[in-house]
């Protein structure tokens, strides 16, 4: 191949997404580029899986509340699996200011439509989740169309969908450079050779700063590591559990498999691209888990099962979407610092929109445009676990 309508760089869930709402609206020459063998080896194969709505700020709700009805009728639309399980997404609060924090959430997310979402008294908490310390907890929301997905199926529909309609995917093929002209972007130089696109998409994951460097686009976007420890398996948690998010430590849990799938956002992390597991963060994770999952004592670790991947941070925490303004045909879908795989059906949309027709419906797309760095119009997402 040696052109395309199209070209998107990086087969994870959001390049994956968007190659099929491309086809969706009619674009068919379209090619997905990809250095890997394989897709998912990104941080699509890393994530912990979560779906929710639960956020605060009205553009990042908004992309949950297409996403989430999407992700329950994907193998309707698709014909391949989701696995999207609604097990809701509790956040338990101790103190006064946490409890604050989900009231105003809540009233925006209600606000903005979703219907699912309610305030929680601690009796209820007991009642959705009974094993958790419950004595010091205050209040909490719960979303119950929050859940799970399964992100490397989700990327595999999208993909298979899209090639059945003629988009291609070249695998082994490496971006290693971006050309352009006086009218914009003309095309990408790979280790196979040169191919000629007047649209080129940034999905390049938590390499998309390295990538639009090579753009000679200046993208502040941070791979930032995240480590994630599974349980062997164990009983004492029910799996029909929600994804429970402890907000005096940040600890968070769900079921997956036979046991439980933990995370914990160390504030100690820096940036940069690491991503080996470091086995001293079972001790930390341990520790903030059983304030609140007692009978995580008697849960065995197995450290050769953890891992570790990458966030693609931006400074607001929100992601990056749509054209570069000074760089025609140059498109961003990038920085979902943590949210990648839940806002990936409405990320695939809002491209596909906006390089077909130059305007979404679906969002405010200027509001994560590229230039609100450069105009300090930064709208801070603070509910990133
Ligand atoms: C531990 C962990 C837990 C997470 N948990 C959640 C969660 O619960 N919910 C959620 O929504 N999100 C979660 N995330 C975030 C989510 O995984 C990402 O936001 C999402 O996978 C991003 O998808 P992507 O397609 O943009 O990136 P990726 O999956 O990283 O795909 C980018 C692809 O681009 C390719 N590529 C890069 N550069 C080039 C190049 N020059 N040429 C060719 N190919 C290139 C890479 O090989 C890669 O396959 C988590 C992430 C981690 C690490």
């Known amino acids: 191949m040696n052109s395309a309508d199209v070209i998107i760089v990086g087969g994870g869930i959001v390049g994956?997404?968007?190659?099929?709402?491309?086809?969706?609206?009619?674009?068919?020459?379209?090619?997905?580029?990809?250095?890997?063998?394989?897709?998912?080896?990104?941080s699509t194969g890393k994530s912990m899986g979560g779906v929710r709505a639960q956020f605060t700020t009205?553009?990042?709700?908004?992309?949950?509340?297409?996403?989430?009805?999407?992700?329950?009728?994907?193998?309707?639309?698709?014909?391949?699996?989701?696995?999207?399980?609604?097990?809701?997404?509790?956040?338990?609060?101790?103190?006064?200011?946490?409890?604050d924090y989900l009231r105003d959430n809540y009233h925006r997310q209600v606000g903005l439509g979703l219907k699912s979402v309610s305030l929680l008294q601690p009796d209820d908490i007991a009642r959705i989740a009974p094993e958790i310390r419950n004595d010091d907890i205050i209040g909490g929301n719960f979303c119950a169309t929050d859940g799970?997905?399964?992100?490397?199926?989700?990327?595999?529909?999208?993909?298979?969908?899209?090639?059945?309609?003629?988009?291609?995917?070249?695998r082994e093929?490496?971006?290693?450079?971006?050309?352009?002209?006086?009218?914009?972007?003309?095309g990408v130089e790979?280790?196979?050779?040169?191919?000629?696109?007047?649209?080129?998409?940034?999905?390049?994951?938590p390499w998309a700063g390295l990538l639009a460097k090579r753009a000679g686009v200046d993208l502040p976007i941070e791979p930032l590591r995240r480590m994630l420890v599974p349980t062997e398996p164990f009983d004492k948690v029910s799996q029909k559990s929600?994804?429970?998010?402890?907000?005096?430590?940040?600890?968070?849990?769900?079921p997956e498999g036979l046991g439980l799938l933990m995370a914990w956002n160390d504030p100690s992390e820096t940036p940069g691209f690491k991503t080996n597991f470091d086995p001293a963060f079972i001790e930390k994770i341990l520790s903030r888990g059983v304030q609140?999952?007692?009978?995580?004592?008697?849960?065995?670790?197995?450290?050769?099962?953890?891992?570790?991947?990458?966030?693609?941070?931006?400074?607001?925490?929100?992601?990056?979407?749509?054209?570069?303004?000074?760089?025609?045909?140059?498109?961003?879908?990038?920085?979902?610092?943590?949210?990648?795989v839940m806002h990936s059906p409405a990320t695939g949309r809002i491209l596909a929109d906006l390089i077909l027709k130059g305007a979404t419906d679906l969002i405010d797309a200027p509001s994560l445009g590229?230039?609100?760095f450069a105009k300090g119009r930064l709208i801070e997402e603070t509910a990133v676990l």
């Open 292 to 340: 609140r999952l007692p009978v995580l004592k008697e849960a065995e670790v197995n450290p050769r099962r953890a891992w570790a991947g990458l966030y693609a941070m931006t400074p607001d925490h929100h992601s990056v979407l749509g054209p570069v303004p000074d760089l025609p045909g140059f498109f961003l879908a990038n920085g979902f610092s943590g949210h990648g």
């Open 148 to 170: 799970f997905v399964d992100p490397h199926s989700v990327m595999t529909g999208f993909m298979s969908k899209a090639a059945e309609r003629g988009v291609e995917l070249l």
């Open 190 to 205: 790979t280790n196979r050779g040169f191919i000629g696109s007047r649209v080129i998409v940034n999905a390049a994951g």
């Open 173 to 186: 093929t490496e971006v290693t450079g971006i050309r352009a002209d006086a009218r914009g972007v003309s």
């Open 16 to 42: 994956s997404s968007i190659a099929y709402h491309l086809t969706e609206a009619g674009c068919r020459n379209v090619l997905v580029i990809e250095r890997e063998a394989h897709q998912g080896k990104g």
């Open 370 to 372: 590229f230039d609100r």
């Open 58 to 99: 009205s553009v990042n709700i908004l992309m949950s509340l297409f996403s989430i009805p999407f992700f329950s009728r994907f193998e309707d639309v698709i014909g391949h699996p989701s696995g999207y399980k609604p097990q809701g997404y509790l956040f338990v609060a101790t103190e006064e200011r946490h409890l």
């Open 242 to 254: 929600p994804m429970v998010v402890d907000m005096s430590t940040g600890f968070h849990y769900r």
